[in-house]
């Protein structure tokens, strides 16, 4: 049996790094509790499609990483 995960990735266009009244009044969020450094991965992608781009004119991806640990 295949484990499959669905990922759903967004692009936004960001203002301006000058402009920071785009940022949320964080007021009244909690603390962070903790923070661990579980160091990077590198990771390489392999997306697939059809013959005719099909997959990509629907915006659909089908991407295979390389280089994460087996659960």
């Not at 266009?13 to 009244?28: E, F, K, M, N, Q």
Request: a negative charge.
């Amino acid at each position: 049996m295949t484990d499959s995960k669905q990922e759903t990735e967004r692009k936004y266009d960001a203002p301006s790094a000058d402009d920071a009244t785009w940022v949320p009044d964080l007021t009244g969020v909690g603390g962070i509790a903790s923070v661990v450094d579980q160091g990077t991965q590198d990771l390489d992608a392999v997306y697939y499609d059809t013959v005719p781009r099909g997959c990509h004119r629907a915006r659909w991806y089908c991407r295979a990483y390389a280089g994460l640990p087996d659960p």
